[in-house]
């Protein structure tokens, strides 16, 4: 009688004990899906621009991946836009990128006051190169007629436009 009653205890005992290994399993595995989802989301990589301040001529220019001069920059609406930029070894000047808007009511007047600020980098200098992300989410009302990109150091030479899609 003992005996059996020692073995009731125990497979009770074993039952519980496999009741909170399966318990443990099932919410690893779910963590370890969700985990999976966050990555799969996170795998919509965000839209990548780079733009290089080069000397050209005697003049600091914006210069894009295929080459060209102060780029129109393409930004993908609602989502990530990663923009590096670069400055080439040996450049004394110091640059920093800055996107800003232009009131809607301001574009048209023909004043070329500066818009308002929406996004500014790291300096970059002498080979170093730094990334800021740009997301028209962010960004506190869409009543803007334009956009556009500048140099802080070298906002006549170096500008551009940014063109939302
Ligand atoms: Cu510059």
Redesign the pocket.
């Known amino acids: 009688m003992i005996q059996n009653k020692n073995n009731v205890i125990l497979q009770n005992k074993i039952s519980t004990l496999i009741i909170v290994v399966a318990t443990i399993f099932i919410l690893f595995a779910n963590m370890e899906s969700n985990l999976i989802k966050t990555y799969a989301q996170e795998e919509v990589s965000p839209q990548s621009i780079q733009l290089t ?1 080069k000397l050209v001529g005697n003049e ?1 220019r914006w210069i894009g991946s295929n080459n060209s001069t102060n780029p129109t920059l393409n930004i993908t609406s609602g989502g990530d836009n990663q923009i590096t930029i670069k400055s080439i070894q040996g450049d004394p ?4 990128l800055v996107i800003s808007a232009v009131a809607a009511a301001a574009a048209g007047s023909g004043n070329d006051e500066e818009g308002e600020e929406l996004v500014a980098s790291d300096h970059i200098e002498d080979g170093s190169s730094t990334a800021v992300n740009f997301n028209t989410a962010d960004m506190e009302t869409n009543d803007y007629q334009s956009l556009e990109y500048y ?4 906002p006549d030479t ?1 500008r551009g436009k940014v063109q939302i899609k």
């Not at 000047?93 to 920093?96: A, G, K, L, P, Q």
């Not at 140099?151 to 070298?154: I, K, N, Q, S, T």
């Open positions: 301040a600091y000047e110091e640059h920093e140099c802080e150091y070298h170096m």
